[in-house]
Structures are given as structure tokens and as C-alpha cells.
């Protein structure tokens, strides 16, 4: 009775408006643990998780030094990546074993992979001897992998049972998971047959063969599959839970569609980080060093690209000694290049993620981004063609500036569309590194088809 | 039983493979109903329509005036809004009508959103008049809103009822939903209290009161909330599922994690495509026209930004007349900035978007933007500074080209979160455009740091 009073007041529009973190760290400061409660135990556990991650760490260090007896398992969960060995430090021994002790296994499977070794050890001695031995399983599949992700508690029937008998296994069932959706039909070698959804099954008639009520968009995944892979079947069929299998397509454990659309949205961070050229592991909450430690290199591989686009224009020093105006309109044609280029990769990148783009249809698409690009470059090339005219007062400057702008942009939409293909068919991340391919390709090409023109035709 | 058997076949690796895609097309050639049935069939419904979109739209047209019998609501809600007109236009009018009818009303929404005014009175009139109802009202919700989002289809109980009452209401209830995962308490005036999962209502006892077990993480969203923080909700708090009320706090439909993972998915397409400069409603499907219609809009944004940064170098042509090294380094400068900007950016956008970056540490993550800006620039300028140096033997050169890569690294740095920061605050989707305005400021600052420089030091 008392836990459902509590729910009235959950609702907040936002939990972490600045006033009250401003309040928690007053609380903080004055030392003030009965305020400091009250502000944080209304919190959901994901809400305190993103208020650790956003305060300065040494306002964390404060605040875990007054509070660490109430950091539970469910917010150990939530905490970004980019801050749990600090928390986990921060944290009185019996408030760790505590905290972990509460969690499924994948939860604690999925905070042991960013830890270093010494933590590690020290949170596996923590757990139940049962547990351990599940969690060092579930470690011995690789990274990333569907056995890592999923929950090793499924709740199984035999595929000859009737409603009424899952019905009352289900309730005399000492134990059962917090979140399950289906019960799951297994053969007597443990091989998933099919599941059944709860709703279906407490809408049946007791005498119904579960094998009559099965859903029809069963589907097993392989406890080695990739992540990706699988939170994409969980979004293309519209799952809510998915068994997984072993080699032997025996049943070992089951995946819940919150922790594939966790996959999705970290799937989607990398993507998006990557393609801006920033380390894939970047947060907010990151510090200077590892901020500057991610991005430097991408800096550097862009640096090379650049020198090499500056040796192009090394090239036509004399050219562009004799006609200035070259110097002031070269930056055009490749930014227009590269933002094209940018364009094109970018929406081919989604659609390879997608799976939208196939070898059913990669030629069609090659083609439209060639047409797009030459329609692009035809369009700008009669803008510029003019703007190069009458600002420099010369129609044959016009017209290479056009040019120039038409073979840029017809090689921005090939090199758009065609890098990130060819990385995904060498198996490399298309995300990867595409970005500064194609504006090198574009670069290089717009100097050198501007100046070389300009060269040609000018002098 | 014979559904049972079937999902055996069901698990494949690729459905969608070239050789299959290659074979449904020689079957469409040859006119072989037969044997595209057999190619077909076994697909799911999602997999149907990904097929649909990645032929050519010659190949489609040919493959719907063989199968278009055989297009069901299910598939008719997978395809993409891009094709999805022509896909409705090519349906014979009793094929569409059984198709809309087996649809939730969400779905029929969904569909309805993206189609002209006379193919949705088509639908609506397709639709039994309670449905048409409910679709009617699910569209007076703004675009992109819960109400749109939500199935009005509830499972609902009095708050003040045990198991038993509940189980005894499902199995006896003439409909239910293909999808609930939860029984919502409600009080007299429909105001929901509470869930219940079913997994729980199975497990306890008849006699225990249901408002005893209901979840710790309810909530509920508004009618009128935006798509995305619903998209949001679901992931920061694992939901499921979420009742959905009205202005007066009255329970009017239900919004279950499929679909939130779908806006989560969309949300972050638009993110990507906005950040990269292309109409957010992109698809690899899109013909020539439409694409180009997309992105030459920013192009010419791009082209104008261009214009401006040529205008601060023409204001150095005598400088760079008399010293033509220049032309070759300026764009190392203006690059360098534009990649530092966009990684700065690209973790701003994706931060505020996730909601990690707040009132809360926004001072905190610009002074770090700000220094990790510095170091890099302290870095290239060591690295810039010796390759100047070496490369055009001037050591003059080379300082000028370290200053300005300090200078315009700095700037970077803060551009890249300040830009999206004052984006956001002013209430403009911090994706959309700022990459531009980054870019721009790089540009303009690192031409105009780097000539101004040199004209003042080396002439």
C-alpha cells in the first residue's frame, strides 16, 4: 500500500532542472545527508546516474563520501562508463557486494567489461558462488556478442504442455525473472520451438495446446551474433524478447528488447561520432586528457589529408602568383566538394546500417548520386560561372570556376556513395574514416581541376 | 498446428541476399505468380517491404500488378513513406480496405500522416466507422505527438481489484490487444494509478490486491508531449510500455516500446542527416528529383558561407601576391578548424540530445571544449610550425602558421559547443544548420588569422 502512495509523486517534468542540482549541491557542501536524501530518493535510479555523471568530480568525490551507502545496484547499472571505476573506488566494500548482489547477471556482465582487472576480481568475489559461475560464462563469449547481453534466466515450458499447465507452473514457479514477455516452448533436447506471448496466454482457454498460441514472429539468435545484428532484428521485426541459442541451438538465455534498444542507441552514438572523426567512446563527462586523446589523431590523419590537398596547390605557385583571384575562389569549389561529398556518404552510411543498401540496389543508387552530383554541379556551376564573372570582371575565369565546380561535385556524389561501399565490403565500419577519404578525394580533385584548368586556359 | 510447423523455416541469415532479390525479379519477368508466392511468402512482412524499396520503381510497379493481392496491412505499415504513395495508388481498392482493417489504429495513423488529401480519404473510408473514429481523433494530435503515437486500444482495471478479478476480466474479455504487456490500474474518473506487468499478475495469488503489485518505474506521458521525449522516457527508464493521458489526466491510449524505439531510430536518422546538411526525410529510395531537391537547399547555404569566407582572403590579395606560400598553407588552417569544430559539435549535439549536457555543467564542458581546443592547437602549431618551416625554408612562416593554428583551434573548440549550446537554448533543433555556422567561423577566423598575421609579420 505504502509503495503505491509513492507513485503519485514520480511524475516530474524534469528531474535534473538545474535548480535542484543546484540544491544537491548545497546539501553537498553543508554536509547535509537528511537533505541530500530527501532530494535524491524521489530520483529515479537513471535520473541520480545522469546527475553523478553531470556535477564536477570533485563534487562527485563530495557527494559519494556523504551518500555511498545508498548507491544501490540499479543505479550502479545506469552510471556511464565514462565514470563507474570512480564510483566503484568511491564505494564501501559491503555497499558494492550489496549493489551487485541485486542485479541480473547481464547487468553485472555489462558493468564488469569496462572495469580493469582488480575490480573485476573484486566484484565477481562479491556474487554468489551460482552467479559468478554465470557471469564468468557469459564473459567467455566475446565482446559485443549476444551472449553478452543477454539474461541467462528464461522461463521455459515443454512444447506438449497445455495454458492450464503453464499457468500453474508459472504460479507455483519459485523464482522468476523481473522481466519476462513470452513463455518460451522448448523440445526435451532444450531447442526453442516457438513462445508464447502472457497476454495470449492468460486470454486462452486452460485446455489450449501452447503449440496453437505460438506468435508468429519467432526468432532465435546465436549466442556468438553480433550486437548490431541483433538490435537490428529486434527494430526490423518489431521484437519485445528474442531466445538465444548456443552452438548446438540449445536454449541459453533470452534478450529483452530494452537492452537491444540500449544497442541501438550506443550503434547510433558511434556511428555519429565516428563520421565526425571523434573516438567512439567520447562522453560529456570525459575530462581534458582523454577528450584530447580521442580527437587528436583524427586531427592528425586530417592534417596529412590537408598537406596533401596544399601540395596540389604547390603545384600551380606560378599560376596563382600571376592570377590572385585564383587563391580567393580555390576554397570554393572544394568546400561545396566536401560538403556535397558529406552528403552523400553520410545518407549511404545510414542506409548500409539499415540495411537499405544492398548489393540488390548499390549500382541504382551509385547512378542517382552521379546524376545527383553532375545536377548539383551544373546548378552551382552557373551560380559561380556568374559570381566569378562579375566580381573579378572576367568570363573565362566564370567558366573554369564552372567547370571546375561541375567535375567536383560529379566526383563529390561517386566518392560519396562509393567509399563507404567499398569499406563495408572489406569489412571495415563505413563510419570509419569515410569522412576524411571523401574530402581528401575532393579537395585534391577541386584544387587541382580549378588551378589545372585555370593553367590550361587562363594564362 | 500448421502455423506451429512453420517456424521452422522461418530463420535465415539475409532474407533480403542479391540472389534471392535476383530470383523474386526473374520471376516477375517471366509474370510466374506461383513461384513469386514461394520467394515471398516465407518473408516477413518488414523484410517484404525493405525488398519493395531497394528494386527499381519499374521493377516494382511490375512486381505489385502481379502480387498486389497479397499486400497486407502489415506490409502496407512497413514500407517507407518514400514509396509508400505509389505502393497505395498501384492496390486494387478491395485489397486496400481488407488491408487498412486488420491494422491497430496507430498504424492506420502512421500511415495516414505521410499521404495526400484524397489517398487518406480513401483510407478513412475504407475503415469501419468506430475505427474511423478513433483514426480521426488519433490525427486531431499534432504531428509527431504521444496521441499520434499511441494505440487507443487499453487494458485497463479498476485500481481496486485483486488478481484473480483480473485474470477472470482477461480470459472472459471479447478483444484484446495483439500487443499489451501490462494492465493499467485506473480509478472511477479513468485517471491511471498504476501497472501491473503480466508476468507479476501471473505469479501472485488471486486474492492479493492488485494496487500491491504494481511497478516501481510508472509513468505517464501527455496526449501532447513531443514524439521524442516519449522516445527518451522509454529509454532513460526501460519502459515497456506507457499510458497515455489527456489534459484532464484521463487515461486515452497507450504507447509500447516498438514504437518508441522506432522514433528513437528516426530521431536519430534526422540527428545524422541534419548534422551532415541533408533534408532530414532522406531515404536511399528517393529518386533523382527529391534527393537533389534536398540537399542543393544547403549547398547554396554552404556556397554563400564560401562566398564570405573568399571575401576575408581577397582582402589579402596584395599579401598573397607577394608571398604565394600562402595560398598553398590557408587551407591547412581553415581545415584543421573545420575538423576540430565538427568533432567539438558532433558530442555537443549528440550530448543534448541525450540530455547529458545541461544547465547543470555547461560551463564546466565549454572551458574543457576550450582547453582541449588550446592543446591541439599548441600541438599543431608545433607540428605546422616545423613543417612551414621546413617545407618553404622561412621560419617566420612557420610561426605565423603555428599562431594561427592556435588561434583557430581555440576558436574551434568553443564554436563547436557554443554554437549548438546557444542553438538549443533559442529552441532550433541544435542539429540542424549548426554545422554550417561552425564551419563558417573556422573558416572566416582561420583565413583571416593566418593572412592577417602574415601581412603584418612577413611583409
Redesign the interface.
Known sequence: ?A??EA?TE??EDDP???RR??AVLDAVEAGDVARLTDLLEPL?A??IA??L????SADRRDLLRLWSGEIDGEILSEIDESIREEVIDSLPRDVLTDAVRELDTDDVVDILEDLEEPQQALILNSLESVDRVAVEQAMAFPEGSAGRLMQREV?VAPDHWTVGEA?SF??D?PY??D???HVILVDPRMKP??YV???R???S?HDVPL??I?E?????VSATDDEADVAYI?????L?SCPVVDANDRLVGVIT??D???V??EE??E???R????GEE????D??YE??RQ??P??FI??L???L??MV??QF?DT??QL?????????V???GG??G??A???????LAT???????VW??IG??T??GL??GL??AA??GA?GWFWFGDARLGAVLAAAMVVNLLVAGMAGIMVPVLMDKAGVDPALASGTFVTTVT?VVG?FAFLGLATLFLL
Chains 1, 2 share one sequence.
Open positions: 500500500m509503495e503505491f507513485q514520480v511524475r535534473l532542472e538545474a542540482v543546484a529515479h537513471a535520473d545522469d546527475l555523471e553531470q556535477i564536477s522461463v499457468i508459472l504460479r514457479a522468476l525473472p522481466q519476462f514477455y520451438q516457438g506471448t502472457l497476454g496466454l492468460l486470454s482457454r503449440r496453437e505460438v508468429d514472429s519467432f526468432r532465435t529486434f527494430n526490423q521485426y518489431h519485445i528488447i530494452d537491444a534498444m540500449n541501438l542507441d547510433h552514438e556511428d555519429m561520432l563520421l565526425a572523426g571523434v567520447s562522453a560529456i563527462s575530462r581534458v577528450t584530447t580527437r587528436l583524427w586531427l586530417n592534417l589529408t590537408a598537406i590537398a596544399s596547390i604547390s605557385s596563382i602568383a590572385v583571384a585564383l587563391a580567393v575562389l580555390m576554397p570554393i572544394a568546400s561545396m560538403n556535397a558529406t552528403q556518404l553520410t545518407v549511404a552510411v545510414r542506409a540495411r537499405d543498401l544492398t548489393g540488390s540496389n541504382r543508387v542517382r548520386e546524376v545527383v545536377v548539383n546548378f552551382f551560380v559561380m559570381v579537395d584544387f
